[in-house]
């Protein structure tokens, strides 16, 4: 099984899933990799993807060199106290 995206901005492309990385701090104050709007979170869990064509005869290191089409999806986690 191939995990990927298509469609809605994406349009003509298709996306298979390279690789995925798993953000989180000592704490539950930060520890994401990005900001949103200067503030930090618990967790983050970044995609990266690249078009299907470019992905059949490339390593990693030749598709980040060469430009080829890919796609970075970042998830936000936050902590919300149960009431």
């Known amino acids: 099984m191939v995990a990927g995206i ?3 901005p994406c349009k003509e492309f298709n ?3 390279e690789q995925f990385q798993l953000h989180w701090g000592e704490d539950d104050a ?3 990799e990005h900001l949103v709007n200067s503030t930090a979170y618990p ?4 995609c990266v993807d690249f078009e ?3 992905k059949v005869t490339k390593t990693l290191y030749e598709l980040l ?3 080829a089409v890919h796609a970075i999806i970042f998830y936000i ?3 919300k106290t149960k009431e």
């Open 43 to 46: 967790a983050e869990v970044s």
């Open 65 to 67: 060199v060469f430009d």
């Open 6 to 8: 298509t469609g809605g």
């Open 52 to 54: 299907q064509t470019f």
């Open 77 to 79: 986690f936050y902590l």
């Open 30 to 32: 930060a520890g994401s």
């Open 15 to 17: 996306y298979v899933l």
